[in-house]
Nanobody, 117 residues
Framework: QVQLVESGGGLVQAGGSLRLSCAAS????????MGWFRQTPGKEREFVAG???????YYADSVKDRFTISRDNAKNTLYLQMNSLKPADTAVYYC???????????WGQGTQVTVSS
């Protein structure tokens, strides 16, 4: 059974940085595309960043040039390096996995990121 566990969230001041991690188990990690989404109360979950099986990343316009997604297939771990954080980045961040980009079959439980002004 696939399991995704996020960590690394917390409280940070605007302009600061955080690195999220997502430990994956129960599947062949390198065979899947992976991504990060985020959600705030009352809003739909929104795409943040994704990384293809090939390792090619892509980003939402709102985080481009500030966030970096990466994966370590040897450690079965996905990362999201978040720099120049803004209060608008405050959300619960979710890790997701699927056979191809856009088809997300599994989700983690989420980790809270709070950016204070």
């Amino acid at each position: 059974q696939v399991q995704l566990v996020e960590s690394g969230g917390g409280l940070v001041q605007a302009g600061g940085s955080l690195r999220l991690s997502c430990a994956a188990s129960g599947h062949t990690f390198s065979s899947y595309a992976m991504g990060w989404f985020r959600q705030t109360p009352g809003k739909e979950r929104e795409f943040v960043a994704g990384i293809r099986r090939s390792g090619n990343p892509y980003y939402a316009d709102s985080v481009k040039d500030r966030f970096t997604i990466s994966r370590d297939n040897a450690k079965n771990t996905l990362y999201l390096q978040m720099n120049s954080l803004k209060p608008a980045d405050t959300a619960v961040y979710y890790c997701t996995l699927g056979p191809v980009v856009g088809r997300w079959d599994y989700w983690g439980q989420g980790t809270q990121v709070t950016v204070s002004s």
